[in-house]
């Protein structure tokens, strides 16, 4: 029994957390596939998506009061919009600038949004409306609901079709591209700003998909949430399972989930305060000095 309480529990809560990584992990891997730049907004794409579902769901000012399923939807236009908005404000202009100047734009929406949430909504935290409210078990110290099923099959569904739309699609190509020579491909008939609105408004979708879940999952939600809770992690399994392969976002962020998680059980803090954290960022360094490409990736 003690093994089950500090191994199988954390396993499960733990990879339920890193499908959530995963999500994020997708997004920062779409980005970086398809423009070469690391999103530091991403994380926030779904904290202003969950809070738009939050504010539809409670009818929140002059919002009517909507059901779950239709403030889900309202949430995930949102984060569309948000991806949307900062490709045509910020990446667009930008678009011939060092990348270093880009990320650091990128940052500067990360802010942004987080003002913008804490304005709207105070900085105070609070819950966030549940898809699905039951327990699909719950047994002794192993609790998996209905929620956490679906985070894990959403990010199994997405990881696939992440991978066939690159492997499989025109437009999956013309993105990657876009990315490699923006003014060659332009000479044979692809719009480099239309490749661009689509792939940031895809990022902005599955950042949307991830807040929405992980604030229904935690019962948390607050100015920044998403940057708190799940960037880092979310970097780090994009590079834990190679930076350029969608796949292996989901991969990574699974097994950095169930790293976190059983450091987090079975290192007590007062020993090795963070040691999820901690554990996280040694497994990053050595995967990294022995395996820099990560676990799926390799170069395009």
Request: net charge positive; charged share 10%; hydrophobic share 55%.
């Given at each position: ?19 959530v990584?995963?999500l ?14 690391f ?45 949307l ?11 011939n ?14 802010l ?54 690159f ?6 190509t ?71 392969s969608l ?12 790293l ?14 963070g ?26």
């Open positions: 029994m003690l093994m089950a309480l500090d191994v199988v529990a954390p396993t499960i809560t733990g990879a339920i957390q890193g499908c990584y995963g994020l992990g997708l997004g920062l891997v779409l980005l970086y596939k398809s423009n070469r730049v999103n530091f907004a991403q994380a926030e794409f779904g904290t202003t998506a969950a809070f738009a579902t939050a504010f539809g769901f409670a009818g929140t000012g002059f919002l009517p009061k909507m059901p779950i399923g239709v403030a889900v939807v309202f949430g995930l236009v949102v984060g569309v919009g948000v991806g908005l900062t490709e045509r404000l910020v990446v667009r202009p930008l678009f600038a060092p990348k270093v100047t880009l990320v650091v734009a990128t940052a500067g929406v990360a942004l949004l987080i003002a913008l949430q804490g304005f709207l909504a105070g900085a105070e935290a609070g819950g966030a409306p549940v898809i699905i409210d039951k327990d699909v078990y719950n047994e002794g110290a192993i609790r998996i609901t209905a929620q956490g099923v679906i985070i894990v099959l959403v990010l199994a569904l997405l990881a696939v079709l992440s991978a066939l739309f492997s499989r699609t025109r437009t999956g013309a993105i990657i591209a876009v990315s490699q020579e923006p003014t060659a491909t332009s000479l044979v008939g692809i719009s480099v700003k239309r490749t661009s609105a689509f792939t940031w408004g895809l990022a902005g979708l599955l950042g949307a998909i991830a807040g929405i879940l992980l604030a229904g999952q935690n019962q948390f939600l607050a100015p920044g949430a998403l940057t708190g809770l799940a960037l880092i992690p979310a970097f780090t399994a994009a590079v834990f399972g190679g930076i350029t796949p292996g976002a989901f991969l990574g962020g699974v097994v950095i989930g169930i976190e998680a059983l450091a987090q059980t079975n290192i007590p803090g007062d020993i090795v305060p040691s999820g954290r901690v554990v996280l960022f040694l497994a990053l360094l050595a995967l990294l000095l022995f395996r820099p490409a990560g676990l799926l990736g390799k170069e395009t």
